[in-house]
């Protein structure tokens, strides 16, 4: 299976204020063969953890690395 993550399942899965779309949305990230992420959603998801969930530099660079490390995922 093949998904585009948007600017929310991002934030749902590394936030995970939101047990059950949490649990969701980790789940389609691990069980897709690729996840499509654009480059779009990835601005939009370090913007909002550092504004609305005051997340530091540091560990908002940490989560955008884990995500590009992850073999299932490419970004344009």
Do not use: G, H, P
């Not at 993550?5 to 649990?23: C, E, G, M």
């Not at 789940?27 to 609305?52: G, H, I, N, P």
Request: charged share 20%; hydrophobic share 55%.
């Amino acid at each position: 299976m093949r998904v585009t993550a948007d600017t929310n399942v991002l934030l749902r899965s590394y936030v995970a204020d939101d047990v059950k779309q949490a649990s969701a949305a980790v789940e389609m990230l691990t069980k897709a063969d690729l996840v499509a992420v654009s480059l779009q959603s990835l601005c939009e998801f370090a913007w909002v953890l550092a504004r609305q969930y005051q997340v530091a530099r540091e560990n908002v660079s940490a989560a955008i690395r884990a995500l590009l490390d992850t073999e299932n995922v490419v970004v344009n």
